[in-house]
């Protein structure tokens, strides 16, 4: 069974368009993530939330929203997609409190913006 | 704020030769410590993690990690590389004080030679 799994994996679209990637975890977490990992390989945190409430929200334009319909989801709206948000979007999970629990990642969702 | 750099951003072994990788990071306090390796194409998977309970710690694979306090150091090694381990890897650290979020330094490729 996939632990956190993403829907595309693959998306291609034009610049000015709204687009959707879609998240899911079966492990029971309380917490997921999006996360972002640019051309260079660089990963940095967007959001995460917490039994369905906002508790992370990075420098991130407000043409990205997350909406987490239930613990077990977490899906990324993003707004008039722009050349630069072409990257690997990924989702993970985890536990949430103050010991160093891991966080479990998705395969990722390519996105290009063209 | 915590932060980590790792060391080369790009490293080349022989299979069969010692793999190390290095980590600093940057905290006021003993952060937790993660290692998390990416294969192509391919979501993030944990490797390690520094509990505190033991500075020499044992992931999959055969690699392990050190905590030096005195180095602010945590880097990753394996006595013999596979040709499986050619992969990008990231250090990764959460302050006690984070919910959860993750700052990853900009990770090392690492190429196996024959």
């Known amino acids: 069974d996939t632990a956190v799994s993403q829907t595309p994996k693959y998306l291609v679209t034009q610049m000015g368009n709204d687009k959707s990637i879609k998240c899911e975890q079966n492990l029971g977490h309380d917490t997921m993530y999006w996360y972002k990992q640019d051309s260079k390989k660089f990963l940095k945190i967007m959001f995460s939330?917490?039994?369905?409430?906002?508790?992370i929200n990075e420098t991130v334009p407000n043409r990205f929203s997350p909406k987490s319909p239930d613990k077990a989801h977490l899906n990324l709206h993003i707004n008039s997609l722009e050349l630069g948000d072409s990257a690997v979007y990924f989702c993970?999970?985890?536990?949430?409190?103050?010991?160093?629990?891991?966080?479990?990642f998705g395969p990722g969702t390519r996105l290009t913006v063209l | 704020a915590q932060s980590v750099t790792q060391l080369g951003s790009h490293v080349s072994v022989s299979e069969g030769a010692l793999v190390l990788l290095r980590c600093n990071y940057s905290s006021s306090v003993p952060p937790y410590l993660f290692w998390y390796v990416q294969y192509p194409n391919q979501g993030l998977q944990l490797l390690l993690k520094y509990t505190s309970a033991a500075t020499l710690v044992k992931g999959i694979n055969g690699f392990e990690a050190e905590f030096k306090k005195s180095e602010t150091s945590f880097h990753l090694t394996k006595p013999s590389a596979h040709m499986s381990d050619a992969a990008e890897y990231f250090c990764?650290?959460?302050?006690?004080?984070?919910?959860?979020?993750?700052?990853f330094g900009a990770g090392t490729q690492v190429v196996v030679t024959p």
């Open positions: 939330y917490n039994n369905k409430e906002l508790i």
């Open positions: 993970a999970s985890s536990l949430r409190d103050r010991s160093n629990n891991e966080q479990f």
């Open positions: 990764a650290v959460r302050g006690t004080d984070s919910w959860g979020k993750l700052q």
